[in-house]
């Protein structure tokens, strides 16, 4: 059974302090690892898509990277509106939905 | 816009009613997938619509749950003699379906109450 683990749960960061989430996963032929945001009472805001291993992408203070066991979204420098629940999503190879983690809840204090 | 959109966005009902969640896809999506949020839980596959493939209901958690899709527009989730355990936040997302380009973009969610 494909599974999607998120850690830590939850995380608190003062502005500026960079960090990393982590999201393990076994996910049978994994094709594609997905990162979104939510912001309480939204849908997920869709933030990156990872198809191999050592691949990397950046949007503003996010950078998402992948290995072949676990990705990482790491958060530079980061601010208060960066405060969001962060998912991670795995998409097997025989399907085309996704296995969600539970997320990590992003507090970010000024 | 141009985004997915679901209605209504709260509902109330009571134990035993039936209750109809609409999602309105992104145009030319062609891939259609219902969720459920619990408070404090992942998200929850429920069912998946691929064009005029048969739908994939594998993560229906029980017969009181049906979905439609009419062509590769609108669907309709449809929870028969709700529950309170059936409380919860839905969410439709919709994606271009194509092997490499599928990026699920989501409504903003249904949130159910039952009483």
């Known amino acids: 059974e494909d599974q999607v683990t998120q850690s830590p749960e939850a995380l608190r960061l003062q502005e500026g302090e960079s960090s990393s989430l982590n999201c393990s996963y076994t996910?049978?032929?994994?094709?594609?690892l997905f990162w979104y945001r939510q912001d309480p009472g939204k849908g997920p805001e869709f933030l990156f898509t990872?198809?191999?291993a050592g691949e990397e992408k950046e949007k503003e203070r996010l950078k998402a990277t992948l290995t072949k066991k676990e990705s990482f979204l790491h958060i530079t420098a980061p601010k208060p509106e960066d405060s969001a629940t962060y998912l991670c999503a795995g998409e097997n190879s025989g399907y085309s939905t996704l296995t969600f983690g539970k997320g990590t809840m992003l507090l970010v204090s000024p | 816009g141009a985004g997915v959109s679901q209605s209504p966005s709260n509902k109330v009902t009571e134990k035993g009613k039936d209750v109809e969640l609409r999602c309105d896809p992104i145009s030319g999506h062609t891939a259609l997938y219902w969720y459920r949020q619990r408070l404090g839980q992942g998200l929850e596959f429920l069912i998946y619509?691929?064009?005029?493939?048969?739908?994939?209901k594998s993560g229906l958690p029980s017969d009181r749950f049906s979905a439609e899709r009419t062509g590769e527009s609108v669907s309709t989730l449809t929870i028969q003699r709700t529950q309170q355990e059936d409380s919860a936040v839905y969410l439709c997302a919709s994606s271009l379906g194509q092997r490499g380009y599928n990026e699920q973009f989501f409504g903003p969610g249904t949130r159910l109450t039952v009483l």
């Open positions: 990872l198809y191999s």
């Open positions: 619509f691929q064009g005029n493939s048969a739908p994939d």
């Open positions: 996910v049978s032929g994994l094709r594609g």
